[in-house]
């Protein structure tokens, strides 16, 4: 190999010879740690707006704006943190979206007024969007042989922080109220910081910025914890080496503000990127609509029926009604587990988008409730699975350089997605459009599955790139 006969090896030759062990784990401990930190704020949602509404007397539309001030928090933090783990790196990156959440989260409990509320859980919404850069922190520690295993292994924690935030909720709200549901659900966002100050920091990060020495520490760590050894050579970027393999000179990365930016939107990215941008909105659009749907095609029915209905709507949330349907979540995972180092990313995919377009299709007709209720649970289960092998996928694609940026900017275009469905999820079914409403599900579903196959890569088994200049595409 040129690794071996220049006497030179990269973070992904270490990694393979270090392989998956103890050190491993403890870095996917601490990332499932933010997951279900993430999945709680996210949670809460749906049990304090119903609560908050009749307490403070609060519109309709006021309750829902509760929810969308979430995602604009997100558009913003999904992008800006990207940016800022990009220059100054992951760790710093993650610690500024652990402060923001945990502070805003846990004032959220104390909020005298509606005001108050939706400045404190916007600003909550900005530390959520530093989830890719989450994502993108923990895909750098682990070999390309098990990276979409452990992804997926990492992204169930999501699952499990929902599943535990349905099972306060349901102990807490009816004793205690909002305010401690809110308090309980910051507790996760503390740990994170209680355990910051003995994260790593990237070694792809930093050997692509010229901090090899650092990075050799934490290899070495790895290897001290794993009972392995780091290989003989010295240390480069994936760039560097693949300019001796090219007798060419390696160009030092790019610094200042808008470097990631052009970058981005360099030749060899714009396609993936303008691509990605649709799935992720296409994806969040239907995961978040079906879980409305859940409900409003149900409740709809007997109303545009012309059926009476009662005039007087509980003001209790069925918590368990919603911590069962939680569960809905499991078999998309185990979906995942077992076709994305098997079939690939975009192909399985394509597959479940492609399924989730047929199984919603009868619901353009009136169904009963009990098929209505099975069409959805099997759409639920298919876009599940496509939302975690993108989040595995997208980080996958773009290289080190740009990585939390592109996984960020991503991910806005998602965050837009689900400020935009509740009007065709809720708005358009309680005005007795079905029709209209599921043929825009049907759309958006089938454009996204066309869109992930012409992404120009497939990242199955593929070794992470640190430059743009590196080849993308996968070999044949």
């Known amino acids: ?56 007397h609060l519109s309709a539309k006021q309750q829902s704006l509760i929810t969308s001030v979430v995602f604009i928090g997100m558009l913003i933090g999904a992008y800006s943190w990207g940016v800022v783990a990009d220059k100054y790196g992951r760790r710093k990156g993650f610690l500024m979206t652990a402060l923001v959440t945990t502070l ?50 990492f992204q169930a924690f999501w699952t499990v922080g929902a599943v535990f935030e349905a099972s306060i909720a349901w102990i807490v709200m009816p004793r205690l109220g909002w305010r401690w549901l809110l308090g309980f659900s910051s507790i996760p966002s503390f740990g994170l910081l209680a355990f910051y100050f ?3 920091e990237s070694p792809r990060y930093l050997c692509l910025n ?19 050894k780091v290989p003989l050579g010295t240390l480069v970027s994936e ?22 930016i052009l970058k981005l939107l360099s030749r060899e990215l714009i396609r993936p990127t303008l691509l990605l941008w649709a799935v992720f909105f296409g994806n969040s659009f239907n995961y978040y609509g079906l879980v409305l749907l859940t409900t409003e095609l149900n409740t709809g029915r007997s109303r545009c ?49 492609f399924i989730c377009c047929i199984l919603i299709f009868p619901l353009v007709f009136h169904q009963t409730q009990k098929v209505t209720t099975g069409l959805l649970f099997g759409s639920r289960v298919c876009i599940t699975a496509t939302f975690t092998t993108l989040f595995i996928y997208a980080p996958e694609v773009y290289p080190t350089a740009v990585r939390t ?45 066309v869109c992930i196959l012409l992404i120009p890569i497939e990242t199955k088994g593929r070794e992470l790139t640190d430059d743009v200049k590196q080849k993308l595409t996968a070999p044949v």
């Open 1 to 56: 190999m040129a690794e071996e006969a220049r006497g030179t090896f990269t973070v992904d030759d270490a990694l393979m010879t270090l392989g998956f062990g103890k050190y491993q784990f403890c870095v996917l401990g601490y990332a499932a740690l933010a997951w279900v930190s993430e999945a709680m704020e996210m949670m809460l949602l749906s049990f304090i707006g119903p609560v908050v509404q009749r307490l403070w």
């Open 104 to 153: 805003a989260g846990f004032a959220s409990a104390f909020s005298p007024n509606y005001a108050s509320l939706l400045v404190f859980r916007c600003v909550v919404g900005i530390g959520l969007g530093g989830g890719p850069v989450l994502c993108s922190w923990l895909l750098e520690f682990i070999p390309p042989p098990n990276r979409g295993t452990w992804m997926v292994v």
């Open 198 to 200: 003995i994260t790593p």
């Open 210 to 228: 010229g901090r090899t020495k650092e990075a050799m520490i934490i290899l070495e760590r790895i290897a001290e914890v794993n009972g392995t």
């Open 239 to 260: 760039d560097y080496q693949a300019g001796l393999d090219e007798d060419e000179t390696p160009a030092k990365p790019e610094q200042g503000p808008f470097s990631t």
């Open 305 to 353: 029926a012309g059926h009476k209905t009662e005039s007087k709507i509980s003001e209790d949330v069925n918590y368990k009604d919603v911590f069962i349907t939680t569960f809905a979540e499991f078999p998309g995972l185990i979906i995942v587990a077992l076709t994305i180092d098997r079939v690939g990313r975009r192909l399985s995919m394509a597959i479940l988008f």
């Open 405 to 449: 940026t592109g996984f960020g900017s991503a991910s806005s275009m998602g965050r837009i997605g689900g400020m935009i469905c509740p009007y065709v999820a809720v708005a358009l079914v309680q005005g007795c459009h079905q029709t209209a409403a599921i043929g825009m599900f049907e759309a958006i579903i089938l454009l996204s599955g």
